[in-house]
């Protein structure tokens, strides 16, 4: 088992999930609340944040171990482990369980690598067979706001439809293109991408692809839906 590494991305992320809760303070209550994170990573990007945000306070869950020893390492050098901490295991088991105040935000970069099975270069990546798995998962568990990254490629027509049936709005996003990298790059991934877009579920051209960090919400505060908006940028 390796660490996820992509810069790009993990940057996009980083600005993005910053941007939106800088946008959103007032509504999203998370200086008070504090958020939760599905997959840490290695937390450079996400400990940038907090570095930034003196308010912020976020409790990060990651599969990989590998991840979560480095995330440790990363998130002590910037001096944020006191507001930035990180357990090892599965979000889904363990951020209810958790106990303490109610927290109603969540953020995510979720595994999106769209995949027949598992067996890919990093199968803690892997996001189901159209890649939405995770962020599915994610909108059917509770939280008034969840920050995810949507990536064009693994089904966001169903992602943003099936939001919308729980009750979640666009707020906001930013979206970036970015190349294939080695996760999406491998063969038998890349194959299954130009499947899943043939048959109309998904978008990306012979370099790359685009992702967007949304803001879903159901709080009445926040108003607009841009979710068509999204999925144009999104190229569908
Ligand atoms: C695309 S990476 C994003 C990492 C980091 N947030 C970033 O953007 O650089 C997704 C991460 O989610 C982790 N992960 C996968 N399934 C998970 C789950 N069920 N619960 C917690 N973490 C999970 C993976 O191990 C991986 O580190």
Redesign the pocket.
Same mark, same amino acid.
């Given at each position: 088992m390796s660490c996820?590494s992509s810069a790009d991305?993990?940057a996009h992320?980083g600005f993005s999930v910053c941007m939106l809760l800088e946008q959103y303070r007032g509504p999203l209550k998370w200086d008070e609340q504090g958020v939760v994170e599905?997959?840490?990573? #290695?937390a450079t990007?996400?400990a940038d944040v907090v570095s930034s945000l003196p308010e912020l306070r976020i409790r990060s869950? #990651?599969?990989?171990a590998p991840?979560v020893a480095q995330a440790r390492e990363n998130i002590a050098a910037r001096g944020v482990a006191d507001r930035y901490t990180v357990e090892l295991g #599965?979000?889904?088991d363990q951020a209810d369980a958790a106990g303490g105040a109610p927290v109603s935000t969540v953020i995510s970069?979720?595994?999106y690598i769209p995949a027949p099975d598992r067996d890919i270069l990093m199968p803690?990546?892997w996001g189901g067979v159209r890649g939405n798995d995770?962020v599915l998962q994610l909108l059917k568990c509770g939280y008034d706001n969840v920050i995810a990254a949507v990536a064009s490629y693994s089904d966001p027509e169903t992602t943003v439809r099936t939001a919308e049936d729980h009750g979640y709005r666009v707020a906001n996003f930013l979206a970036v293109g970015l190349d294939f990298g080695p996760y999406s790059n491998e063969p038998k991934v890349r194959d299954h991408i130009r499947r899943l877009c043939a048959a109309g579920h998904g978008w990306a051209d012979e370099d790359g692809y685009m992702v967007a960090v949304a803001l879903f919400t159901r709080t009445p505060d926040i108003p607009g839906n841009r979710a068509d908006q999204l999925l144009r940028a999104l190229q569908l």
């Open positions: 996820f991305e993990s992320y599905l997959g840490t990573g #290695d990007a996400i869950y #990651d599969i990989s991840s #599965d979000f889904f970069n979720p595994p803690e990546l995770l």
